[in-house]
């Protein structure tokens, strides 16, 4: 059974701090990783996606990838009340397989 | 671009009737679309993978007769859900991977079908 484990939080943090969002996964074949922020009573919006082992920036967003650990996470710099969202983690195995398989998300709270 | 529409967006329904769901890939094509289910407080579930041209691949535990899916275009993908019941009351949404592939194979969604049936 191929897992994603996400903490589900609620992780709150204030206005400007940064947040963490962490996420482990248990197939070691698995290629690329998803993160993904749903609104509440709305459909997932991609964030940004990682392949590589390192680091990926897009604005205030880093995404994080160790493969040897499993693990890859999302930092939020700056965060904003409007960042407040449930943070889903996916994975992807690759090659002609296209499926995702998400984690269960972490409620994330921006107190301002 | 990458953008991919669903519609109704949300439908309320008498218990044994059948509803019909559309996704669109609106400025793109997509040989690959996926069908996930959602219930309150819960991750996105995947129903079924809908490959242009052929059979949609169910996951298991998910009764293909019941939610019959027809990806008759690159643009295009239905789900129907028959005999419908209330336990069948969820957010449905569709995700579309551009045939032009991508470094990540990555998915756009739409925006979800709010399904209650009555």
């Known amino acids: 059974q191929k897992e994603v484990e996400q903490n589900s939080g609620p992780l709150s943090v204030p206005e400007g701090a940064i947040a963490s969002l962490n996420c482990t996964y248990s197939?070691?074949?698995?290629?690329?990783f998803f993160w993904y922020r749903q609104y509440s009573g709305k459909s997932p919006e991609l964030i940004m996606f990682?392949?590589?082992?390192g680091d990926k920036e897009d604005g205030r967003f880093t995404a994080q990838l160790n493969k040897a650990s499993q693990y890859v996470s999302l930092l939020i710099r700056d965060s904003q009340p409007s960042d407040s969202a449930t943070y889903l983690c996916?994975?992807?195995?690759?090659?002609?397989?296209?499926?995702?398989?998400f984690g269960k998300g972490t409620l994330l709270t921006v107190n301002p | 671009g990458a953008v991919v529409s669903q519609h109704p967006s949300r439908v309320i329904c008498k218990s044994g009737t059948s509803v019909k769901i559309e996704c669109r890939s609106l400025d793109f094509q997509a040989t690959t679309m996926f069908w996930y289910r959602q219930f309150p407080k819960q991750s996105l579930m995947l129903m079924a993978t809908?490959?242009?041209?052929?059979?949609?691949?169910?996951e298991q535990g998910v009764e293909k007769d019941k939610f019959l899916i027809n990806h008759a275009s690159l643009t295009l993908s239905t789900l129907t859900v028959t005999s419908a019941h209330p336990e069948d009351s969820s957010f449905y949404i569709c995700s579309a991977r551009d045939a032009r592939g991508g470094p990540g194979n990555e998915q756009f969604f739409g925006p979800g079908t709010r399904l209650t049936v009555l």
């Open positions: 809908s490959n242009e041209g052929s059979k949609a691949t169910y």
């Open positions: 990682i392949y590589s082992n």
């Open positions: 197939d070691r074949g698995s290629q690329s």
């Open positions: 996916a994975v992807n195995q690759g090659g002609s397989n296209y499926k995702l398989t």
